[in-house]
T-cell receptor, first 112, second 109 residues
Framework: NAGVTQTPKFQVLKTGQSMTLQCAQD?????MYWYRQDPGMGLRLIYY???????DKGEVPNGYNVSRLNKREFSLRLESAAPSQTSVYFC???????????FGPGTRLLVL | GQSLEQPSEVTAVEGAIVQINCTYQ??????LSWYQQHDGGAPTFLSY????GLEETGRFSSFLSRSDSYGYLLLQELQMKDSASYFC??????????FGAGTQVVVTP
């Protein structure tokens, strides 16, 4: 039981490049979330998926897209990376009806 | 909109008790969660309050007053491994979390 896994762990992009951050969970959770965390700040919600087949915007969705590929996987795509998207990205999952969110180890992204 | 306020840093010695306060202004409040994050690590769940009162989980307790839009996390018998950032977060009915900026707890020998 790996919990929530994220790939890659680290990534360096040039401005304008695109990439997809992958997230998978093996806990049969319904809901999945993408957050970003900037230095000295709390996490901010980018997108979430309440259940397979649904996605919705969070607090800071601009510049991102998501895909809930199946119940296990929830990917985050940067179409044209900008330096302002330099951050640590965390994926999380939650079983509907319970309050605990389980976080992955994070992806550290640097956009030059 | 929503906002949460918590102190930026608290320092205490091993064995002491620390209280981290959190005040919030929000619509659609469902509950208040607390998460711990060690440097470079993933946040981990500590506690959740949906109703007024105190929830106790080992050395950690969390309190909520919905009428005052206020909660706190109490860390007892501080240990060196408790040095970390602690975040309060408001949850809505979809499970979406709005996080505070975090409180850095520094435990000294």
């Amino acid at each position: 039981n790996a919990g929530v896994t994220q790939t890659p762990k680290f990534q360096v992009l040039k401005t304008g490049q695109s990439m997809t951050l992958q997230c998978a969970q093996d806990m049969n959770h319904n809901s999945m979330y993408w957050y970003r965390q900037d230095p000295g700040m709390g996490l901010r919600l980018i997108y979430y998926s309440a259940s397979e087949g649904t996605t919705d915007k969070g607090e800071v969705p601009n510049g991102y897209n998501v895909s809930r590929l199946n119940k296990r996987e929830f990917s985050l795509r940067l179409e044209s990376a900008a330096p302002s998207q330099t951050s640590v990205y965390f994926c999380a999952s939650r079983l509907q009806g319970l309050e605990t969110q389980y976080f992955g180890p994070g992806t550290r992204l640097l956009v030059l | 909109g929503q906002s949460l306020e918590q102190p930026s840093e608290v320092t205490a010695v091993e064995g002491a008790i620390v209280q981290i306060n959190c005040t919030y202004q929000t619509s659609g409040f469902y509950g208040l969660s607390w998460y711990q994050q060690h440097d470079g690590g993933a946040p981990t769940f500590l506690s959740y309050n949906a109703l007024d009162g105190l929830e106790e989980t080992g050395r950690f307790s969390s309190f909520l007053s919905r009428s005052d839009s206020y909660g706190y996390l109490l860390l007892q018998e501080l240990q060196m491994k408790d040095s970390a950032s602690y975040f309060c977060a408001v949850a809505d009915s979809w499970g979406k979390l709005q996080f505070g900026a975090g409180t850095q707890v520094v435990v000294t020998p």
